[in-house]
């Protein structure tokens, strides 16, 4: 496995996860924009649940090129890329088997936010995580989901209106998985710490 941990500590791949990030992120932000304009001020941080988790691993990425670790934000990002990736495959497959439809733009989410999910926990021998910083991050991920499905500003899927109920249950518990292996990889696995100097 030391060759995956040099391969990820590379400039050249960090940079190129960053420059695909930010690109990632800025799409995300545009997907959500007839959202955001419907959507009260006071809940605009909270509707756009994706790119927010890119980008806060687009800032654990330009930590990590200045050689530097933002464990806040390392928190953030592992606990929201995984929940949110995962969340986004699950519902775009749930469209297809409703609908009988998979469309380019289904795949297209389905396979980003797999990578998402993924990128997040790969880096976690680099990250330097302490329990308040998974508290903090627990806090915003559970708060989160008291925004998407108390206040209804959950991202919009209208095949699966019906069944909010049931993905806000399913949410709930992916939230608690999410923060669950979050602190299994960063803080009880006996994992190598590396470096990225």
């Known amino acids: 496995m ?3 941990y040099y391969l990820l500590a590379n400039r050249s791949l960090l940079l190129l996860l960053l420059v695909v990030n930010i690109l990632g992120t800025i799409y995300g932000y545009y997907w959500y924009r007839f959202q955001l304009a419907e959507t009260p001020a006071i809940f605009l941080a909270f509707v756009p649940d994706s790119p927010t988790a890119s980008l806060f691993f687009v800032v654990v990425l330009f930590a990590f090129l200045l050689k530097k670790n933002w464990p806040l934000f390392e928190a953030l990002a592992v606990i ?3 929940k949110y990736g995962i969340w986004a495959v699950v ?3 749930l469209v ?4 009988g439809v998979m469309e380019m733009a289904a795949v297209m989410l389905i396979v980003s936010h797999g990578a998402m999910a993924i990128q997040g926990l790969l ?3 680099f990250y ?3 329990g308040r910083h998974l508290l903090l991050a627990g806090i915003w991920t559970f708060h989160n989901d008291v925004i998407d499905y108390v206040f209804f500003m959950m ?3 209208q095949v699966l209106d019906q069944y909010m109920p049931e993905i806000g249950y399913f949410t709930f518990w992916l939230s608690i998985i999410s923060v669950a292996v979050a602190y299994y990889l960063t803080q009880k696995k006996p994992l190598l ?3 990225l100097s």
Do not use: D, S
């Open 96 to 99: 297809y088997a409703k609908t």
């Open 2 to 4: 030391k060759w995956l």
């Open 123 to 125: 880096y976690t021998p």
């Open 128 to 130: 330097r995580i302490k």
């Open 155 to 157: 991202p919009r899927y």
């Open 91 to 93: 519902m775009n497959i």
């Open 80 to 82: 929201t890329l995984f």
């Open 193 to 195: 710490k590396w470096n």
